[in-house]
């Protein structure tokens, strides 16, 4: 089967799905092919959403346990129901990914459900999700890639998504556990630890680097150290974590000094390894389409998000820079695809970290030049 389309966006996260709709709004004949099976990517399914969706409910909890008797209020028999609060969380996934769904076909997007592969410039191929069904090719103009990241992995600690986790796990834990380690104190593992921390886990840190919040302002990274530190978090600042062994009911860490020193094993029910992000590029066929990436992987685009092929770009976390949903860069993309003249430097954009206090900085957003 072949379609000819304007525009074909692999990958229908927030880089992908708002860069299709506007497209057609635009008057372009659009489609976004995702093989996730859901529309939102990493952000909607298990990303900022589910996050916040804990994040909310944990608070509440922690609300309820420790301040409601200070103003006078006196609730008994407080507990977790961790199955309703996952419960909940799936569905505010579930409403705003259907509700994504929603807006393509309000937008006239087509939603391709299937794994995208660049055949070469101006094709893209097609292996459905669907059992039995035929391949397809897309014939179009453009192809945006926005495929987004995954989870960097950390060498001798294999993730299992039970009891060594990446967030996609901790998103997703079936009880509460009474220890956790968080590998990394960056956004997602202090989000996550915080969640874990106010339903009754004890959480312990282990970062490489001699401060939390990597990127941070310094002051501001210190600060969130000292506070975070007295709602009940411990850090381990400057260790390394070499190795990991998942035992019937708990993990046992090695962790050395960054600086050479005593290896010391450290155990805990489960373990969240959250040491950063990585392009996700797989099976796309970039190299043989002959797009550049840079040597982290990430696809290279100049200022308008052309990659050095014609015809193709790329946006989102999939390029670099602060990988961040709510980064300006879609419209910045359109703006300058369809109004030429019109840059498309994004301005800076704040950033999140959605513990409590929730720290903001503005790390800049602008596509590296080239
Ligand atoms: C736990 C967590 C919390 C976060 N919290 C926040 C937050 O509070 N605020 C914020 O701004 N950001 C947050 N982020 C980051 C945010 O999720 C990402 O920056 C954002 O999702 C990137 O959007 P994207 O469209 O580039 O990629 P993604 O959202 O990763 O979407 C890419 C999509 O492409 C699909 N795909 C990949 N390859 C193919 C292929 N070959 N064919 C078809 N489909 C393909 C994938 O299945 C995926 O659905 C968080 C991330 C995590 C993990």
Redesign the pocket.
Known sequence: MSDKYDLVV???????YVAAIRAAQLGLRTAV????GAL????L????IP??ALLQSSHHFEVASHEFAHHGITAKGLAVDLKAMMGRKDKVVLDLTQGIEFLMKKNKVDYVK????IAKAGQVAVTPMEKGAKNQTLETETILV????EVTPLKGVAIDEKQIVS?TGA?ALKQVPKTLIVVGAG??GL??GSVWRRLGTKVTVVEFLDNILPGMDAEVSKQMQRILTKQGLEFKLSAKVTAAKAGKDSVTLSVEPVKGGKQETLKADVVLVAIG?RP?T???GLKEAGVELDDKGFVKVDEDFQTNVEGIYA????IGGA?????PRTRAWWRSRLSPGNPATSTTTPS?A?STPGPRWRPSARPRRR
Do not use: F, H, W
Not at 45 to 48: A, K, M, P, W
Not at 146 to 149: D, E
């Open positions: 692999i990958g229908g996260g927030p880089g992908g092919v995702e093989k996730r939102g990517g990493t952000c399914n298990v990303g900022c996050s916040k299937g794994a995208g592969r926005a495929t987004g990241s967030s998103l956004v997602i989000e996550l992000r996700y797989q099976g796309l946006i989102g976390d999939v990988m961040l949903a709510q980064r999140p959605s």
